[in-house]
C-alpha cells in the first residue's frame, strides 16, 4: 500500500505540481485548497504526511497546524511547511519538533524529494490516549 500525502495549498498551480511530483514517486495524493477542507480531509484520511502553505486565506497554515495537533488522530502527522519567506515563527516550530520541516517555494525537486522521503522515514506514532474520565463522568 502506498503512503499518502495531503496538499493543502490555495495555489492551485504549485499544487497540481507537487500532486504530480509526488505520484510519480508512488505516493497517493488529496489537494484540499484552505485550512478548513485541509482539516475535514486530514481527519477523514488520516494521510502519512501533510504539505502546507504558511499564508492561506482564512485560517493560515499556523492556525490550521494549530488545529490539527488538537485532534488526537491528525496530532501525530508530520507536516511540511511551504512558503516563499522563511518567517520566525516557523523557524522556532521547526527547531521545536522533528515533525515539522519547511521548504521555500520553489526549492529544487531533490530538497523536496530528500525532504519527504525524511518524514516518511519517521516512526509512525500513535494517537496519544485520551485524558481519564472521573467518577463523576467529567473529564
Known amino acids: 500500500m502506498s503512503k499518502s500525502v495531503l496538499i493543502i495549498d490555495d495555489d492551485e498551480d504549485l499544487s497540481v505540481l507537487l500532486m504530480e511530483f509526488l505520484q510519480s514517486k508512488g505516493f497517493t495524493v488529496s489537494r484540499a485548497f484552505d485550512g478548513a477542507s485541509g482539516l475535514e480531509k486530514a481527519r477523514a ?11 492561506m486565506p482564512g485560517a493560515n497554515g499556523v ?3 494549530n488545529k490539527l495537533r488538537s485532534h488526537p488522530e491528525t496530532a501525530v502527522i508530520p507536516v ?3 512558503s516563499s519567506t522563511m518567517m520566525g515563527l516557523i523557524k522556532r516550530m521547526v527547531l521545536e519538533n522533528t515533525r515539522i520541516k519547511f521548504l521555500k517555494k520553489g526549492c529544487p525537486t531533490k530538497e523536496l524529494e530528500a525532504c519527504v522521503n525524511e ?14 474520565v ?3 463522568g467529567l473529564r
Open 134 to 136: 472521573k467518577p463523576d
Open 80 to 82: 511540511i511547511f511551504f
Open 45 to 55: 484520511q488520516l494521510p502519512d504526511l501533510i504539505t502546507m502553505d504558511f499564508n
Open 119 to 132: 518524514m516518511m522515514a519517521l516512526p509512525k506514532l500513535a494517537p496519544p490516549p485520551p485524558p481519564p
Open 63 to 65: 492556525e490550521t497546524y
